[in-house]
């Protein structure tokens, strides 16, 4: 009864369809079929091609949805989570006897494996993009520092005014995505330097002006270094809560689909017990008793199996044999890029 109910309520017409040609073929080819061996392997097939389809659907809907670089973290994690449980939904209506999760369990690595690739290719836009903006408004700069134009009494004040103009220009550009701020903040940290030579070396200033002209930028990227911090810092808080909402969409659409299973295994159980039941009755008329004894006992153990089906700890019982983990690859995403060593030598 066990297989018989399982298929009944997992397989749809084309896998029993399937099935029933790997069957038939057992028995063509001289062997002894056995239906759950060969149930066995086709839930393997199945759910294999599941995985497959889900991940492919996750995959297409991200390239679809997604346009490199998004302007936050939160803008590519909600087009996650949402294709994320469109495709988990795919993978539960094909899978069947997925014993131990073991392959919704390869279903989630895959998609955290793309979603990280996806992470990374973000961060690397956005890194090529805030770069390429940050140079164009400082082609300018650039040319006044080789030609001298700061080198000399009152450069520096020319200098900060170009500065404070090319900063301004770059906060005001859009398109620059998640690692704006960590390009600003490497941008002014590796230009100290620069500025210093240039205030020790312009006569034009008081050792008081070239104090306080050290004090506020000193401030300034200190501020930029907060800025940075706060946008890695939402980054990774934004990786965890993609983790806890992965294992939460996981779990609730596992026990959703248990949910439905009990249901149906209810109904069959309810199905081969009515069955049995007129069996025995029309064994009993016909005087076979030793028949309807071995009935009895097999309408107790049909009994016995949708008591403990109907029991409210059977789905947590299930639950807690469930060995879904979550995947590595969420872990493995970085927060922010790392920058290369001397980014801005056409500058400083």
């Known amino acids: 009864f066990n297989a018989n109910a399982e298929l009944t309520l997992c397989l749809s017409p084309s896998v029993l369809g399937s099935l029933a040609l790997t069957y038939v073929d057992s028995i063509r080819s001289g062997k002894i079929p056995c239906l759950e061996s060969t149930v066995h392997m086709l839930s393997e097939i199945e759910n294999t091609a599941a995985v497959t389809m889900a991940s492919k659907a996750y995959s297409e809907w991200m390239e679809e949805q997604v346009s490199l670089p998004t302007e936050t973290v939160e803008e590519l994690s909600t087009i996650h989570n949402r294709c994320q449980s469109q495709a988990l939904q795919l993978f539960m209506k094909q899978c069947f006897k997925d014993e131990g999760q073991r392959y919704q369990q390869e279903f989630m690595n895959s998609v955290a494996k793309i979603y990280a690739d996806m992470c990374e290719k973000n961060m690397k836009k956005s890194l090529d993009i805030s770069t390429a903006i940050m140079r164009d408004l400082g082609a300018a700069m650039q040319e006044k520092a080789k030609n001298g134009s700061y080198a000399k009494p009152g450069g520096y004040a020319v ?161 807690d044999a469930a060995t879904l983990m979550l995947p590595v690859e969420y872990k493995l995403i970085p927060a922010s890029v790392k920058l290369v060593k001397n980014l801005w030598p056409i500058f400083f």
């Open 159 to 319: 200098y900060v005014k170009d500065m404070d103009e090319l900063v301004e220009g770059y906060r005001a550009k859009p398109g620059k995505g998640v690692q704006a701020e960590k390009i600003l903040q490497d941008f002014l940290e590796n230009k100290q330097q620069f500025s210093q030579h240039l205030r020790i070396f312009d006569e034009s200033m008081s050792a008081r002006e070239k104090e306080l002209a050290a004090e506020r930028e000193k401030a300034e990227v200190a501020e930029q270094e907060r800025k940075g911090r706060e946008e890695e810092q939402r980054a990774a808080q934004q990786l965890l809560e993609d983790q806890r909402r992965a294992m939460e969409e996981n779990m609730a659409q596992l026990r959703e689909k248990l949910k439905q299973d009990q249901i149906k295994l209810h109904q069959e159980h309810d199905k081969v017990l009515k069955q049995r039941l007129e069996e025995q009755e029309k064994l009993q008329r016909e005087g076979f008793q030793t028949r309807v004894k071995e009935m009895e006992k097999q309408i107790d153990s049909l009994k016995k199996q949708q008591k403990e089906t109907e029991s409210p700890s059977y789905l947590d019982r299930i639950l």
